[in-house]
């Protein structure tokens, strides 16, 4: 069974690391912040000006002026801090952020990403992404496996325009969890209930599997 974009966002949460600085991108990586394990502490930066971003809030705790980058309204934990864009792009550029979580329209065996741009549908653009694919060395991928229609977003070579060459090294979808390497993607884990067979099917490009493939653990 496909993972739900809340479980996809759970996974995700168990590869922080206590100290770690993270950033969220736009869409499925702005709910890890509902799932940050209670034994580690990170901080989670926005590049709209936020380092110290909490969980949602609740009705009572709704601030309209904080914000993620996806203008969702959100809390700040305790020792958090507000700055402005450049100070945060100047964090992102510096290589100071230790894990990003991004979504994308499409990813390749080659660890190409593909992020702003559909030609000739509406799209948010670009935001922080191509920023973060830059100056950020450990990047994980968060989207849906193959489109509405069946097609496989995992491919040999992306179809549209790039957001950052080379810089995807893991990608967790919501059929498998998945290392780039050497121009092939590497099945690590399966969503609970999905076969190998069915990841294979809707994989475009090269997978490698090796051995038993074990089940997430949610």
Known sequence: MALSREQIAQR??????????????????????????QDIEVMLQSENGLLGMGQFPTIDEIDADLINAGKQTVTMVKGASVFDSAESF????????????LGAFEVD????????????????????????????????????????????KLLKNCTLPLTGR??????????????????????????????????????EGELVVNGDIAEMKL
């Open 90 to 101: 100047a964090m992102i550029r510096g290589g100071h952020v230790d894990l990003t979580v």
């Open 109 to 152: 065996a080659n660890g190409n990403i593909a992020s702003y741009m559909i030609p000739g549908k509406l799209i948010k653009g670009m935001g922080g992404a191509m920023d973060l694919v830059a100056g950020a060395e450990n990047i994980i991928v968060t989207m849906t496996h193959a489109s509405k229609h069946g097609v496989s």
């Open 12 to 37: 995700v949460a168990q590869e922080l690391k206590d100290g770690y600085y993270v950033n969220l991108g736009i869409g499925i990586p702005t709910l890890v912040a509902n799932y940050i394990p």
């Open 166 to 203: 080379g810089c995807i090294k893991k990608v967790l979808t919501d059929l498998a969890f998945m290392e780039i390497k050497d121009g092939k993607f590497h099945l690590l884990e399966r969503a609970p209930g999905v076969s190998v067979e069915e990841i294979i099917q809707l994989t």
